[in-house]
């Protein structure tokens, strides 16, 4: 099993906003793609800059199932976060191996 791990670290005066739209939009279409088997989202406590910052973890069971999400999903549903936030967050992504 695999992990595809989300970190951003957006304005602090739109981190309610975000959190919201993450919950209610952005989670949903991106487990509708049935390419993740469960997420986790998670505030990160130990940051000690002017945002604040979440990791968004999503399960997913074989690595054809995140080639094919970055290839046919992820320039969609990441173009909707830099349309409405950008310029107001900063995100990295990191792919990791449950062992």
Known sequence: MFIYSVTVSIEKDL????????????????????YFTEYKMCKV????DE?????????????????????KEAPRLQADMKTLYEGKYIAFRTLLEIV
Do not use: C, R
């Not at 604040?52 to 290839?71: G, H």
């Open 51 to 71: 945002g604040q910052t979440f990791s968004t973890q999503y399960t997913f069971n074989q690595m054809e199932d995140i080639e094919n999400y970055m290839a």
């Open 45 to 48: 406590l130990n940051v000690d």
């Open 15 to 34: 981190a309610d906003e975000w959190h919201q739209w993450m919950k209610t939009i952005h989670i949903p279409m991106v487990m509708e793609t049935g």
